[in-house]
Structure formats: structure tokens, C-alpha cells
């Protein structure tokens, strides 16, 4: 039999130097203290500082951060970072870290919201002075104006007895927190850790997500710029869209979309709809949807209680292999779904425009899974406050690889999601020489992104920086 191993034999030891690994991580430590980050969680985290000594709270809060960016999911993976130090510098032990999070209570956990806040501020202000500006979100085959806030929960699955892990609907047990991120750009603007028993659709927990969004947002685009808040039918409780309604009425210009249940009174205006009335569901890129049809429910559905100007929509679609189907969708053999949204008929707020910006909500599910290969995936202590300091740092380090993107990367790159950044930026080796009194970290010659990442640290370095 002939071989057809053409591989070279190798010897391998343990004794490489000035070799680094995930050199590209370096990238995204440099972008947090670009963006103010790593400042003003060094700010926030001040009290937190024993008599000045020691590694800088803010530091090692930042340094966590990229270590889950970078595809870490446990404190101990700052090995990574820690023992690189030539080039991420000093990095704090594991035992500093655990202690750090664990003295990190509720007032410390507002002021890291507030600075990475601030951060967000500086990253916005880069992008428009660069001329990147905040994407727009496309639906329908035109971009939507301002922003557009995505709220939904997930499920994450605890596998011991951790504080406030909880039966979950599903039959699972773990942990249940609501999320909200930014459609623009894939930011998570805010989360709140909850029990896994919580519920779904609780109002004075999706307000709280909505007020922390929208403090998240920098002052100079929350007032006086379109935002668009979406959610599933868990966000349909009316007393969360009243609070939407309220904001309004001081001066956010606030809109929702929002699912909801297909009830009796609902199935019962469906079986009237009159079949002329259906027009055809448009797809993302602005074609006809093939099988796929909506129809406006306004005004045939009791919607007491709710905002006044709250529209009612319906989309009827020929279900997909696999499909979950109610027996209402099996009699009609149709799948429907509904929402509701306050977007008035002038200003382009057609039936086929405003499901297909709805239906856009499903990104968040993107959003979602990538986040939990981002930090939240799991949780590392059986605090449940210490958890909750995970999670808000899982979002500064969703945000780092926004920001990457944004002001950093471009083509395929800007919309690449965290395992192809990994893959092919942020793991790549490289070698640490030193001349002419300089470091250089020199990228192999013959690695296919080598001129991608190297633009990135141009770009980097070209950043405006916030004045001190």
C-alpha cells in the first residue's frame, strides 16, 4: 500500500522563547485603554484598591474582560494574559481576580455600568470622527433611522448548586437573565442576572433592562435620535409598553415592537380577515416572500390598556419542515404570528415594512449565542453577586469585539462573529523581538490575516484619544 502522509516529521518540546500566543489579543487590551475603559474602571474601582498597592482593581476588571473576548471561560484562563507579560504586562493572579469579584458589590457593579458607559461614549465619538459612524440596521431593503434595542432572555444551564440557580421552564435548572443589545452593531448594551424560575414575561424586569440600555447610550444620541425597541411576546406586558409610552412623553423619541399571543380574540379576527386584505410579506433584501402574507388586525382586536395609537399585525406563512405549530396554526395549516407596535401608518409605517422590521428581531439569537461564547455561557462562582459581575463583564467584552469591528476592521471582518475573530485574528502566535530600542511583534509573513490585523493595530494607533 502507498503512504499519503506528505506532513514533515516533527520533535516537539517545551522550550520556545520569544514566541507569543493569541498575540492579537493584545488588540483588543489597547482598544479598552483607547476607549477610556480600562480608566474608568481603574475610577469606579478606586475604594476597591488596598492603600494604593497592588494591582490596579480597574485593571484586572479590564484584563478579565479581553480574557473572555478572547474566548476564556474561567478565571484561571488568564494564564493566557499573565503569562505573556512581555506583552500584556502584569497580570493579576487567579486568587486576586476571585477576590476582586467577590468584593465587587451592587454600588461597585453600577459604577462598572457607568464606566463602561463612558467608554461607550469615547467609541462612538471614534467612529464618527473616523468617519465610520453607527451602522444603520437594514430591513426590508432600506435602512431603519437611529438605533434599534433587541430585549430577550436565555437559559443557561448550571451544573451544581449554585446560589439562586432555579428550576427553568424548559426543565432545566440554572439561570435565566434578561439581555439587551444594540442591532446596530451587536454591542450588549445591558443585562440583569435572574433566578432560573423568573419569569419570562415579568414587566419590572424588562424596564430595568430598557433604563440600563438606554443610560448605556451616549447623551447625544438618546435624545433626539429614533429608537426602536424590540422584544417577543415576553415583552408585550403592558405595563412595560406604558413605560416605553411614558418615556416618550419625556422626550426619548421611543417607538416598540413587540410580539404577542396568538389568543382567542386574535384567531378569531384572523378567521374574518377578508383574503384581499392580505398583502405579501417582503424578505430582508426587499423581495416578495415566497408563501408568506400580512394583514393588519387593528381595530378587530381589544387592545384596552394598551398605548393609544398601538397597532395590531399578522403574518401567515407557510410553515417549514419542523415547525412547532399550535392547533389553531394545524386547522388553518398556516403558521401565524403577531406583534404589536406603536409606528403610526404616516412616516412609512406600512403592515409589510413593519413585520419585516420585526421580524429583524431575530438577530438577537445571534446576539445571544455568540454572548455566551463570550463570558455568559457559564458562570464560575457559587455567588450569586460574583455571577453578576461576570455577566457585566461578558458585556464589556461583547463590546470590545463591537468596537474591533466598528473602528478597527473592515470587508468580511466588520461582520464577523467572535469565533471567526478568534480563529483568525486574536489566536494568531507571533514573535517578540527587540531592536533599536523598540519591541516589535512580528505576525508570520505566511498567515493568511496577517495584513488585516496588522491594519488593525494602525488603525489603533491612529484612534483620536479623549483629552485628559
Known amino acids: 500500500m502507498k503512504g499519503i502522509g506528505s506532513r514533515p516529521r516533527l520533535v516537539v518540546s517545551a522550550d520556545g522563547a520569544g514566541l507569543i500566543g493569541h498575540a492579537g489579543s493584545r488588540l483588543l487590551a489597547d482598544l479598552a485603554d483607547a476607549t477610556g475603559l480600562t480608566g474608568a474602571y481603574s475610577v469606579a474601582l478606586h475604594p476597591l484598591r488596598p492603600r494604593g498597592t497592588g494591582h490596579d482593581p480597574g485593571r484586572i476588571m479590564t484584563d478579565l474582560a479581553v480574557m473572555l473576548a478572547d474566548g476564556g471561560e474561567a478565571i484561571t484562563d488568564l494564564a493566557v494574559l499573565r503569562d505573556q507579560a512581555e506583552v500584556f504586562g502584569p497580570v493579576a493572579s487567579t486568587p486576586t481576580a476571585w477576590r476582586l469579584l467577590a468584593d465587587t458589590d451592587d454600588a461597585a457593579l453600577a459604577s462598572l455600568r457607568a464606566a463602561r458607559a463612558s467608554a461607550r461614549e469615547v467609541a462612538w465619538m471614534q467612529a464618527a470622527e473616523t468617519g465610520q459612524g453607527i451602522p444603520a440596521v437594514r430591513a426590508g431593503g432600506r ?27 424548559k426543565g432545566g435548572f440554572g439561570f435565566h437573565p434578561l439581555l439587551c443589545f444594540l442591532a446596530n452593531t451587536g454591542e450588549a448594551m445591558s443585562g440583569r442576572l435572574r433566578p432560573g424560575n423568573a419569569g419570562a414575561n415579568t414587566a419590572a424586569d424588562h424596564i430595568a433592562v430598557l433604563d440600563d440600555a438606554l443610560a448605556q447610550i451616549p447623551d447625544a444620541h438618546r435624545h433626539g435620535t429614533a429608537i426602536l425597541v424590540r422584544a417577543d411576546s415576553a415583552g408585550s406586558a403592558k405595563a412595560f409598553l406604558a413605560h416605553i409610552r411614558t418615556l416618550r412623553e419625556h422626550g426619548l423619541d421611543l417607538r416598540f415592537s413587540v410580539g404577542y399571543a396568538v389568543t382567542e380574540p386574535v384567531r378569531h379576527a384572523i378567521r374574518t380577515l377578508p383574503e384581499q386584505v392580505w398583502h405579501p410579506a417582503l424578505d430582508q433584501n426587499g423581495t416578495l416572500r415566497d408563501g408568506a402574507e400580512v394583514a393588519e388586525l387593528t381595530g378587530m382586536v381589544d387592545l384596552a390598556g394598551h398605548p393609544a395609537g398601538t397597532r395590531i399585525i399578522v403574518r401567515r406563512e407557510r410553515p417549514h419542515p419542523g ?13 401565524h404570528q403577531v406583534f404589536l407596535t406603536d409606528t403610526p401608518y404616516s412616516g412609512g409605517g406600512s403592515a409589510q415594512l413593519l413585520e419585516v422590521r420585526h421580524r429583524g428581531h431575530a438577530t438577537v439569537e445571534d ?5 455566551k461564547s463570550t463570558g455568559f455561557g457559564r458562570f464560575p462562582s457559587r455567588d450569586f453577586n460574583v455571577n453578576a459581575v461576570w455577566l457585566e ?16 476592521l473592515d470587508a468580511e471582518l ?11 485574528l486574536l489566536h494568531v502566535a507571533a514573535r517578540l523581538t527587540r531592536g533599536g530600542r523598540r519591541l ?29
Not at 367 to 371: K, L
Not at 393 to 408: G, K, P
Open 143 to 169: 435602512e431603519l433611522p437611529g438605533l434599534v434595542l433587541d430585549l430577550d432572555a436565555t437559559l443557561i444551564t448550571s451544573h451544581s448548586e449554585k446560589e439562586q440557580a432555579a428550576p427553568t421552564y
Open 323 to 335: 415547525a412547532q405549530l399550535s392547533l389553531f396554526d394545524q386547522d388553518e395549516g398556516l403558521r
Open 367 to 371: 446576539h445571544i449565542r455568540c454572548g
Open 393 to 408: 463583564l461578558s458585556l464589556a467584552a461583547v463590546d470590545l469585539l463591537a468596537w474591533m469591528r466598528v473602528l478597527l
Open 414 to 424: 466588520v461582520a464577523a462573529e467572535p469565533k471567526k475573530l478568534r480563529y483568525r
Open 440 to 468: 516589535r511583534l512580528r505576525i508570520s509573513a505566511t498567515w493568511p490575516w496577517r495584513n488585516e490585523l496588522a491594519t488593525a493595530f494602525d488603525r489603533l494607533a491612529a484612534l483620536p484619544r479623549p483629552a485628559s
